[in-house]
């Protein structure tokens, strides 16, 4: 007879987005003459720019002729992704990081999931909260949490730091030592940041203690304030205990399209045993490579036009960003993120719970956002709004929270 992984039953459900949509469908079915907004979602809106649309097209018409037909993709990805890479994500920042240290893959998502492959089960697993939900689940699968109580919302063998505004979003340096330890900046769901001094604490004390961090860099793009690390491997010694994940999803549209990639330092090692190694087996093994098509769409993100075209878009949305911001300081609300990463964390007034906040938002303004509870116990009285709709929808949204009635 066969077994399951029983790791699965351990997981709690994941409601927070499957409620939320069955509030709003309730409220509009209920209410079918009032607009709702929705501010909640973390997917971009924007089509693909310009580009990348003509490079997808003339990448097709190659797949159609004998001489420029490509099969199976190249394990790591195709060099002229991963050189072009290198060359404006890595050289152009002072890090000295090599085309075959990349890894092409079909999203960040995969890889913060994969990534646990190459590690043993008993290893202790850092995170911050709130947090992305996927770091812990994908843990959880592979049996590395302990137990699940339902009370805390806490796992047994997961180290908890939280983010809050006492500290400013950053975690402190845990007090029990971990092995691997996840960092997000620009961080979701709190849409703030790290400076490279405050980074380089944390890389210092992996090297000392002998962890690797997993920091994932899905956001870079929306940075613009100075002295904010774009890569870790801006940071002294960062070789040696870091593993990056970088997505194509927020910078360049390419959340339905699928690719990112993986960065592992050769040096980056366990004895004498390099994780690159590991990945590239685990890689060569379980994955056939990202389509040539949107390979070749990936590099033309990093063309002049590309470039230009694509931070048009992330300033749209950055836009949309600052209106949110400026609405809700404006209607005396606390706020924080908004400024380097495309979420605005606030907290809820008058003490109300992270749900009590959405019903309210919800049920008077007819907005729709995300409840910090969902992202982790230290979310609990916050709430996320996304800088993804359009700026007709969210000025409109702001218009609402001012007047405080839809
Ligand atoms: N990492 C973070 C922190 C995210 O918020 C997201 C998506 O929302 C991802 C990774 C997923 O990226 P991708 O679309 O490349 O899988």
Redesign the pocket.
Known sequence: MFKINDNYLKLPGSYLFSTIGKKVAAYTAANPDKEVIKLGI?DVTLPLAPAVIKRLHSAVDEMAVKETFKGYAPDLGYEFLRTTIVENDYKARGCDIAADEIFVSD????D?GNIGDIFAVDNKIAVCDPV?P?YVDTNAMAGRTGVYNPETEKWSDVIYMPCTKENNFVPELPKEEPDIIYL?FPN?PTGTTITKDQLQVWVDYALKIGAVIIY?A??EAYISTENIPHSIYECEGAKGCAIE?R????NAG??GT?L?FTVIPKELKCGDVMLHSLWARRHGTKFNGAPYIIQAAGAAVYTDEGKKETKEQIAYYMNNAKIIRDGLTGAGYEVYGGVDAPYIWLKTPDKMTSWEFFDYLLENLNIVGTPGSGFGPSGEGYFRLTAFGSLENTKKAMERIKAGKA
Not at 107 to 110: F, T, V
Not at 247 to 250: E, G, P
Request: proline share 0%; aromatic share 18%.
């Open positions: 973390g999203g960040a998502k995969s913060s992305y996927v997000c979701n994932d899905a956001y994940l997505s194509f999803s927020k390419f959340t699928r990112g």
